[in-house]
Every structure is written in structure tokens, then in C-alpha cells.
């Protein structure tokens, strides 16, 4: 049986374009990319069980209780959480899978799966996040204060992921994330059958029979 998939947390501030490298990653590597469930409404475009499985509130809140997720958490009003029988069948299967959470749900993943890695995606700087955010320039400054605001509260998070990703430029930020998952495989508590596999044969070889 293969060694079992890299699980990874994406998470980072709106407007760091979390999603474009997302959509990179699953078009040019084998990568599983998990579908949330939430209770937000669908957006103009969005398919349910290829962007996010839509519920009610009552569904949604029976999954809780039947634990068939792995984490989950309220966002401005509407439940988001991640299915846990596909993750985990991709997981067992050899295949690195992705998920693109926010940061409470990244904490709850760290909880019950300790070695998930947790890349936290950023802009350069906090100059460069505010004019992205201000971007289209449709917003209130009261709206544009809120974003900010939250922005800082997802800051405190930072120091809680493994590594800060810095989308200054698309490829590279791209590049950054697959290498850093890459490596996790490379990991000696992550090549236990290789180790294994080799350890037998030289034993085999040790007595003689070569
Ligand atoms: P949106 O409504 O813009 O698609 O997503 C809002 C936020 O919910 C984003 O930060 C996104 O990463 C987060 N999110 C999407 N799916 C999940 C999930 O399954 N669990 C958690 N905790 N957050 C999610």
C-alpha cells in the first residue's frame, strides 16, 4: 500500500488570492482538492458539489451531529465545514489533499490530524493587502474599516501555520506551495515503508542470500 497523502491546510487573508493559486495547483499537479459544505447561497456561476455542497442550516447542523465533519466553523453568518469520508479515503489512498479553510477551521484540522501542514497565504506587506482589498473601489470606508479590522484578527493567526506564502508574484507563490508540500513526503515519519522496505532487503542480504 502507498504511504499515505500529505494533508494541507491553505488558509490566509481575503484578497491574497488564495483561490487562483488553488485553481493552479489542482490543474497542473494531482492534487485532491476537498468540496466544503456550507450554508451560505450559492454565488452567479457556482455548482453545488464542485464548488460547495449547499445545505439548510437543519442539514448542515445534522452532519455536525453525525460527525461527518472534520471541522467546522461560522463566517460571517453562514456555517463552512469539511467533509471528512472524502479526505480521508483520498488520504488513505496516497493522495495529497488540499484544503482551503479559514483560520479557526485550520486550528481545529491541527487538532486531530497533527501532521497537516498549514500554509498561511499572504500579500507582501499590509500596504499592498489594504489596496486589495480597497481594490474595486465599490466599498464604504466603514466597509473597507471592517475588512481591515478582520484582516487583523486573521493576522493573529499567522504565528500558528507552518509556513508564511508570500503571493507577490503567481508562479512563484504557486511553486512555493507545491515544493513545500514536496518536502512533507520526504519526511522521515513519512517514509515508513521505504525505510522498512530497504531495512528487510539488507537484512535479506546481510545473511547472505543476494
Ligand atoms: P466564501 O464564502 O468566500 O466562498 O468563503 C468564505 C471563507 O470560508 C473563506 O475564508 C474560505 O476559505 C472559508 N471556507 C471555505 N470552506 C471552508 C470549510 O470547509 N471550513 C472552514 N472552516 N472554512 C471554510
Request: with cysteine; proline share 0%; net charge negative.
Given at each position: 500500500m502507498a504511504n499515505k497523502g500529505i494533508l494541507t491546510v491553505i488558509s490566509g487573508f481575503s484578497g491574497a488570492g488564495k483561490g487562483t493559486i488553488m485553481k493552479e495547483l489542482v490543474a497542473r499537479f494531482p492534487y485532491?482538492?476537498?468540496?466544503?459544505?456550507?450554508?451560505r447561497k450559492p454565488r452567479k456561476g457556482e455548482i453545488d458539489g464542485s464548488d460547495y455542497f449547499f445545505h439548510t442550516r437543519d442539514s448542515f447542523e445534522a452532519m455536525i451531529q453525525k460527525e461527518e465533519l472534520i471541522e467546522w466553523a461560522e463566517y460571517?453568518?453562514?456555517?463552512y465545514g469539511t467533509p471528512r469520508e472524502a479526505v480521508e479515503k483520498q488520504l488513505m489512498e496516497g493522495k495529497d489533499v488540499l484544503?482551503?479553510?479559514e483560520m479557526?477551521?485550520?486550528?481545529?484540522?491541527?487538532?486531530q490530524f497533527p501532521d497537516a501542514l498549514l500554509l498561511f497565504i499572504t500579500p507582501p506587506n499590509a500596504d499592498e493587502l489594504k489596496r486589495r482589498l480597497i481594490g474595486r473601489g465599490t466599498e464604504t470606508p466603514e466597509e473597507i474599516n471592517?475588512?481591515?479590522?478582520?484582516?487583523?484578527?486573521?493576522?493573529?493567526?499567522?504565528?500558528?501555520?507552518d509556513y508564511i506564502v508570500v503571493n507577490d508574484e503567481l508562479e512563484?507563490?504557486?511553486?512555493?506551495?507545491?515544493?513545500?508540500?514536496q518536502?512533507?513526503?520526504?519526511?522521515?515519519?513519512?517514509?515508513?515503508?521505504?525505510?522498512?522496505?530497504?531495512?528487510?532487503?539488507l537484512l535479506q542480504f546481510a545473511k547472505g542470500d543476494y
Open positions: 485532491f482538492l476537498s468540496v466544503s459544505a456550507t450554508t460571517v453568518g453562514n456555517y484544503l482551503e479553510i479557526q477551521g485550520g486550528m481545529l484540522v491541527k487538532e471592517k475588512r481591515l479590522s478582520h484582516a487583523c484578527e486573521e493576522a493573529s493567526y499567522m504565528k500558528s501555520y512563484k507563490a504557486v511553486l512555493d506551495v507545491h515544493m513545500m508540500i518536502h512533507q513526503h520526504c519526511k522521515v515519519k513519512n517514509c515508513g515503508e521505504q525505510i522498512q522496505a530497504i531495512e528487510n532487503d
